[in-house]
């Protein structure tokens, strides 16, 4: 009789425990994941600025905004960053921003191929990216700053033939993270058309010595 009492209370306090930890932890919070989806260039060149073919590598950063947590900073707190627990790229944003630019470049003509390192095509020219800043600042002006330092290189001779650093703010419509995509992609677009105009402006002297 003790024995059935004491199965049926430990049950009961089973049953409790169960029935508490769901009323307190509740649902667990869903993940978000999210990709840069650039719109195509309004125009296309009529003719390459680099002559040859183009080698887009793989972008590098450092470690906390390599990774796929969003990365963000709130008001007043300059050098102070944070990441989303539930808001992550669908892949590192190196990769990302690798194959948003080749897709890019490609369709607006500044090379005669543009390619990445695994389709191993011989190329004239390769372009480097450091991404120093990929950041949300949630403040009174909500924004994303998107910071590039793209250079090109001649593979004939390891001259460097650009080497600029591209900083865009642009701002959001609210603090939404979906805003913040949208504005990411903006602000990549409009580095992306800086720099092939940099790039067109370059003489034609100056990249085919590049190549000699």
Not at 26 to 48: A, E, I, K, V
Not at 135 to 156: A, C, H, N, Y
Request: aromatic share 6%.
């Amino acid at each position: 009789m003790r024995i059935s009492y004491r199965i049926c209370l430990i049950g009961q306090v089973v049953v409790g425990v169960l029935l508490l930890s769901g009323c307190l932890g509740g649902q667990p919070s869903p993940d978000y994941f999210y990709r840069l989806n650039l719109p195509d260039p309004t125009t296309r060149l009529d003719t390459p600025p680099l002559d040859g073919t183009l080698q887009v590598t793989r972008p590098w950063a450092d470690a906390l905004t390599s990774e796929r947590h969003l990365v963000y900073r709130k008001e007043g707190k300059i050098s102070e960053l944070n990441h989303h627990a539930y808001h992550r790229w669908v892949d590192s944003p190196t990769l990302l921003l690798q194959q948003e630019m080749t897709q890019y470049l490609r369709k607006v003509g500044l090379a005669e191929q543009v390619v990445t390192p695994e389709m191993r095509t011989k190329a004239e020219f390769t372009l480097s990216c450091r991404i120093a800043r990929l950041e949300r600042v949630l403040d009174q002006s909500p924004r994303v700053i998107l910071e590039l330092e793209l250079g090109i290189t001649s593979m004939k001779n390891r001259r460097t033939v650009l080497l600029r650093t591209y900083h865009e703010e642009q701002p959001t419509t609210d603090l939404e993270v979906a805003s913040s995509i949208a504005a990411y992609n903006q602000a990549l677009s409009t580095i992306l058309q800086r720099f092939t105009q940099d790039t067109s402006q370059l003489s034609l002297l100056k990249l085919t010595d590049a190549k000699l």
